[in-house]
């Protein structure tokens, strides 16, 4: 079933050349996979370093843990938390 509705789809994409290779060493895909890391279009959105929004969440210099992925159990979570 996941063969069939990636080598169905318009376009495929990952979020890591890790995720593409295992996807092929998997699946028969005849589809290519695009990697976009983490779904973000780094050349749309560019940081230059020079604004940083860390006053409007922290204006006292708070600390500020941001965890920007899913809560599995592997990404460890708990363990951030504990080191703060």
Known sequence: MITFAINQSDAVTAVSESLKRDTYKFFNITKEIHVIPNFINLEEHKHDGNHCQKKSYAPY??????????????????DVLRVS
């Open 61 to 78: 210099g708070e600390k500020v843990i941001i965890h920007i992925s899913n809560f599995r159990k592997v990404k460890r979570v708990d």
